[in-house]
Antibody, heavy 120, light 107 residues
Framework: EVQLVESGGGLIKPGGSLRLSCAAS????????MSWVRQAPGKGLEWVGR??????????DYGAPVKDRFFISRDDSGNTLFLQMNSLRIEDTGMYYC???????????WGQGTLVTVSS | SYELTQPPSVSVSPGQTARITCSGD??????AYWYQQKSGQAPVLVIY???KRPSGITERFSGSSSGTMATLIISGAQVEDEGDYYC??????????FGGGTKLTVL
């Protein structure tokens, strides 16, 4: 069974940094493309970014609102996905979900999310 | 860049057919995907590639796409189908799009 467990969320002041983790199990993590999707309180889903497998080059892509502030990385030996968030803004507040991506088309498995609150 | 537009809400009585639309210039070049999100839970994929149903998803859910509009169809809607539904597609350059979401009420 695929399991994705996010951690690392919390309360952070504007301008601060935070690193989220996603522990993966039940599938071949090293071969998987992975993504982060977020959801502001009471709002819709927003794609944050994606990382390909090392076999596919390990490249990353990001949504415009987070580009150059957020960075996705992976540790295939530890089956863990990371999201480094820098220069945090109030509008970055929300639930952050870790997902698998099927063939770069859709998000087929989701974690339960970790909540990030950016507030002074 | 592409955008996906959904109605904010749809309401039906139990047993009726609910139709949730998603319009955007991404279609028909790109596939539509649909996610269900119940209150306090993570989203779940219910339709992929316009009209395919993942294993474990009830046959009540189906999808269609024509021109610049994709539609999620819930036949014989039940109270347990209530929630928020999001359409999704891929953008023009290695990105992913979501519609604004539609709140389905069954009562």
């Amino acid at each position: 069974e695929v399991q994705l467990v996010e951690s690392g969320g919390g309360l952070i002041k504007p301008g601060g940094s935070l690193r989220l983790s996603c522990a993966a199990s039940g599938f071949s993590f090293s071969k998987a493309r992975m993504s982060w999707v977020r959801q502001a309180p009471g709002k819709g889903l927003e794609w944050v970014g994606r990382i390909k497998s090392e076999t596919d080059g390990g490249t990353t892509d990001y949504g415009a609102p987070v580009k150059d502030r957020f960075f996705i990385s992976r540790d295939d030996s530890g089956n863990t996905l990371f999201l480094q968030m820098n220069s945090l803004r109030i509008e970055d507040t929300g639930m952050y979900y870790c997902t698998t991506i099927h063939r770069d088309y859709y998000f087929d498995h989701w974690g339960q999310g970790t909540l990030v609150t950016v507030s002074s | 860049s592409y955008e996906l537009t959904q109605p904010p809400s749809v309401s039906v009585s139990p047993g009726q057919t609910a139709r949730i639309t998603c319009s955007g210039d991404a279609f028909p070049k790109k596939y539509a995907y649909w996610y269900q999100q119940k209150s306090g839970q993570a989203p779940v994929l219910v339709i992929y590639e316009d009209d395919k149903r993942p294993s474990g998803i009830t046959e009540r859910f189906s999808g269609s796409s024509s021109g610049t509009m994709a539609t999620l169809i819930i036949s014989g809607a039940q109270v347990e189908d209530e929630g928020d539904y999001y359409c999704s597609s891929t953008g023009s350059s290695a990105n992913f799009l979501f519609g604004g979401g539609t709140k389905l009420t069954v009562l």
